[in-house]
């Protein structure tokens, strides 16, 4: 899943995605939900406990290494535009848990600020549609 904008486009206060990825298959399958923050301000993502996810009141939080947060800015043309990625590990019941949630907060937390983010529908369908394609019934 990809450009999974919370809440949809925020030009004027930036935009936060949380999209969800599976590398491998099988038992060997892994998930990690990837966050990637757009602005003319900085967040700063931390790495360890920086992403918090509520799902109709049930609150899951996530850590990323060190290693799987990245930051780049651009400031050549006009306001300086930041760049912010990280990348959190995370179970297969936790995935299935946001996404039947019809109430689900997103809340990324980082040295300069916390964004926090409401689910729209087309956020809960994307994360269903992930559910439906790479987690069937039974698995992990």
């Known amino acids: 899943m990809s450009r999974n904008l919370v809440g949809g486009p925020q030009p004027v206060s930036g935009d936060l995605a949380l999209n969800v990825e599976k590398a491998g298959e099988?038992?060997?399958?892994?998930?990690?939900?990837?966050?990637?923050w757009t602005s003319n301000f900085r967040v700063d993502i931390k790495a360890g406990q920086s992403l918090i996810?509520?799902?109709?009141?049930?609150?899951?939080?996530?850590?990323a290494a060190k290693k799987d947060v990245r930051r780049d800015s651009s400031c050549d043309v006009g306001p300086c535009m930041?760049?912010?990625r990280a990348y959190y590990p995370a179970t297969a019941d936790q995935?299935?848990?946001?996404?039947?949630?019809?109430?689900?907060?997103?809340?990324?937390t980082g040295s300069k600020r916390t964004i926090q983010r409401q689910y729209t529908e087309t956020n809960t369908e994307n994360f269903r549609d992930f559910v439906r394609k790479y987690l069937p019934q039974g698995t992990g």
């Open 26 to 36: 099988g038992d060997s399958a892994r998930y990690e939900l990837f966050v990637h």
């Open 53 to 63: 996810v509520s799902a109709d009141g049930r609150e899951f939080v996530f850590t």
């Open 82 to 84: 930041y760049d912010e």
């Open 95 to 108: 995935i299935r848990a946001i996404a039947s949630a019809s109430d689900v907060l997103v809340e990324i």
